[in-house]
């Protein structure tokens, strides 16, 4: 509009405010140039006198602040296998708590001494989850010298309940156990790792409850360190490096599995050098080798579990030496069971040990009695009966019903005697049976639909594909051991749990 056109009165009027809203847009605008330049001076000072972020050793960039799970964590500890050299290199990466993936951040550090300590600070993470790993060399327990290669040990865990983590053997042995936990069986971080520390200490017949794998430290006294000495000197044995890698892979590989260390051949090499060890005196010579380096008052007692390694019962002990067995393979997992001949029928002599984790029907249809894996290994797996009649016997073999067993029952005399002759000569807590006939049936208990799990030692539950009639429709018959000598047929609910025994197939 023109000036011209507007009332002398309100002409000066107009002009003033017209000039002042001109002024104020220019002046907002310097101001706004003026906060940007603020902030970009205040970066600038930031990076000169602190350090720009990297987002591969910082966790991100400084517009991610506020989402760290773990923020500014000075985290330490100490690298053992024996203890890691000085300038060995250890890492930080961030793992995703439930798909166990690295996020991408990565903070590194060195240990500081031949103890093997190191600290790294400032981590921040956006999970709390945490990849440590060592790579370096190490002081070797058993020949009390320092490694001729490098090693690479590994821990898994979660700093938003730590900021000390300890990497060693046992970390690193239950690595893979802990990732196909979370990862495949889908379970929660923490209740997986629980579980996955409890199998490993397990597999090298460590029955006792012991603090967290990265509470552990190699020159402390306590039942837990003593336990993670004897697995490092166990699995050191007369190995070197390129040895040890192998057999700690084996290992670790057998765990992941299935929750047991299952290799016999590698079983029985190191317990042959614990033989050797105990008669030549290593094993009092690897505690002079820690004790000469004046790390700890107190070398805590690991003889104990190193010299007794390989002497627990194993699934062997139950069968009858006198007798002559066969064996088949189950091509579904490898599984070797030994087979028996009694009369004109075939039986496995050992109980089934068969799941798949990735079929629908084992999810909470199959357990290990108490829920440990080495009773499964020792004596095979427990069933409900829906799964054990359907086809779960391997090629070749199937579940026998009452007739079947009956026919067995006929051929050791009739089933006064054969509640004796059938069982196993260990395992029974008061009367063991004699084993005539090779059969060897353990005392395993069974486990109830409620949870909970029963006689172990006692009795044995072994199903067979016979089921009661409808009005009795939620039962079936197990065979029953008892220590009183008898066998006879049991009613028993089929969401209980109770042994598998396969007959081979004679059609």
């Known amino acids: ?206 029955a006792n409850n012991v603090d967290e794998f990265e509470n552990l430290n190699i020159f402390e006294k306590g039942d837990g360190n003593a336990a993670l000495l004897a697995v490092s000197v166990l699995m050191q044995a007369d190995a070197d490096v390129a040895k040890l890698e192998e057999r700690t892979n084996e290992v670790s590989s057998a765990i992941a599995k299935n929750g047991l260390w299952d290799d016999d051949e590698t079983k029985s090499e190191v317990a042959e050098w614990v033989a050797a060890a105990k008669e030549n005196g290593q094993i009092e010579k690897i505690r002079q080798n820690l004790e000469s380096l004046n790390y700890a008052s107190e070398i805590p007692a690991f003889e104990t579990y190193v010299e007794s390694f390989g002497e627990s019962l194993t699934r062997e002990s139950f069968l009858n030496p006198q007798v002559q067995y066969d064996s088949i393979v189950d091509n579904r997992d490898g599984q070797v069971y030994k087979t028996v001949k009694i009369g004109e029928q075939v039986w496995m002599a050992q109980n089934l040990n068969y799941i798949d984790t990735a079929k629908a029907i084992f999810k909470d249809s199959s357990w290990c009695y108490d829920n440990n894996p080495r009773n499964c290994a020792l004596a095979g797996r427990l069933y409900t009966w829906t799964v054990a009649k359907d086809s779960l016997c391997p090629e070749g073999y199937h579940l026998p019903d009452t007739t079947e067993w009956n026919t067995l029952f006929a051929s050791v005399g009739g089933t006064a005697n054969a509640g004796t002759v059938l069982r196993s000569i260990l395992g029974w807590d008061s009367v063991d049976g004699t084993n005539d006939y090779g059969f060897s049936a353990v005392a395993v208990g069974e486990r109830y639909h409620s949870g909970s799990f029963d006689s172990e030692g006692t009795k044995a539950f072994i199903w067979t594909a016979t089921a009661l009639p409808e009005e009795s429709e939620n039962s079936a018959y197990a065979a029953y051991f008892v220590e009183n000598a008898t066998v006879s047929f049991k009613k028993n609910f089929k969401d209980n749990g109770a042994s598998v025994r396969c007959l081979k197939d004679t059609f």
């Open 1 to 206: 509009m023109s000036l011209d056109v507007i009332p002398d009165l309100f002409r000066d009027q107009w002009a003033q405010e017209l000039s002042r809203k001109v002024w104020v847009t220019k002046t907002k605008g310097i101001f706004m140039n003026l906060n940007k330049l603020f902030a970009f001076m205040l970066a600038l000072i930031s990076c000169v006198f602190v350090g720009c972020a990297d987002s591969e050793v910082a966790g991100g960039s400084s517009d991610d602040a506020g989402i760290y799970a773990v923020k500014g964590l000075d985290v330490a500890g100490v690298s053992q296998k024996g203890p890691f050299v000085t300038g060995s290199v250890v890492s930080v990466q961030g793992v995703d708590c439930k798909t166990l993936e690295l996020t991408g951040e990565k903070f590194t550090g060195n240990v500081k001494s031949d103890k093997g300590d190191f600290a790294i600070d400032g981590v921040n993470l956006k999970s709390s989850c945490a990849l440590f790993e060592v790579t370096g060399y190490y002081l070797n327990e058993v020949t009390g010298k320092e490694s001729s290669d490098k090693l690479s040990l590994k821990a898994l865990t979660d700093l938003s309940v730590r900021k000390t983590v300890n990497v060693n053997l046992l970390t690193h042995l239950e690595y893979e156990r802990l990732k196909h936990l979370v990862t495949v069986e889908k379970m929660d971080f923490a209740a997986a790792k629980a579980q996955a520390e409890r199998e490993v200490l397990t597999s090298f017949d460590i």
